[in-house]
């Protein structure tokens, strides 16, 4: 099987990022590591200043518990929060650390993803590893 899954997690539906948690279980052997990424998408300039100043360190603290939560569950498991915009910093985060295995939830695709594409759109094309896409 798998020895380095990543899952990224997007906090939009629990019933998707269940669904990837129990196929990483599935692929991974009783030493793979599992990482849980999410990646926090940078705030425009504009909106910032509409925010409390504490906005990203409060943000950022919030979803790594939700990760730290998730990864408990797992065998060898941790959470990472990152910044940057999603589709690219997978990839990267992927390439970076070695991952054989992407596990990433979709979404029913709509008329704006088949003008720009989703984010596991761009994963599934440019992964360097194998990607497991769950609808």
């Given at each position: 099987?798998?020895?380095?899954?990543l899952?990224?997690?997007?906090?939009?539906?629990?019933?998707?990022?269940?669904?990837?948690?129990?196929?990483?279980?599935r692929?991974?052997?009783?030493?793979?590591?599992?990482?849980?990424?999410?990646?926090?998408?940078?705030?425009?300039?504009?909106?910032?200043?509409?925010l409390?100043?504490?906005?990203?360190?409060?943000?950022?603290?919030a979803?790594?518990a939700?990760?730290?939560?998730?990864?408990?569950?797992?065998?060898?498991?941790?959470?990472?929060?990152?910044?940057?915009?999603?589709?690219?910093?997978i990839?990267?985060?992927?390439?970076?650390?070695g991952?054989?295995?992407?596990?990433?939830?979709?979404?029913?695709?709509?008329?704006?993803?088949?003008?720009?594409?989703s984010?596991?759109?761009?994963?599934?094309?440019?992964?360097?590893?194998?990607?497991?896409?769950?609808?």
């Amino acid at each position: 099987m798998y020895k380095n899954i990543l899952v990224p997690i997007a906090f939009d539906s629990d019933a998707k990022a269940e669904a990837a948690l129990a196929v990483a279980r599935r692929l991974a052997d009783d030493d793979s590591d599992i990482t849980l990424l999410h990646v926090m998408e940078q705030v425009p300039g504009y909106a910032i200043s509409y925010l409390p100043p504490d906005y990203r360190a409060q943000s950022h603290a919030a979803v790594q518990a939700e990760l730290d939560a998730l990864a408990a569950r797992l065998d060898h498991a941790r959470g990472i929060v990152v910044e940057g915009h999603s589709g690219r910093t997978i990839l990267d985060y992927a390439e970076k650390n070695g991952s054989d295995m992407i596990v990433i939830a979709s979404h029913r695709p709509g008329m704006g993803d088949m003008l720009i594409g989703s984010t596991a759109t761009q994963v599934v094309r440019h992964a360097k590893c194998g990607v497991h896409v769950l609808r």
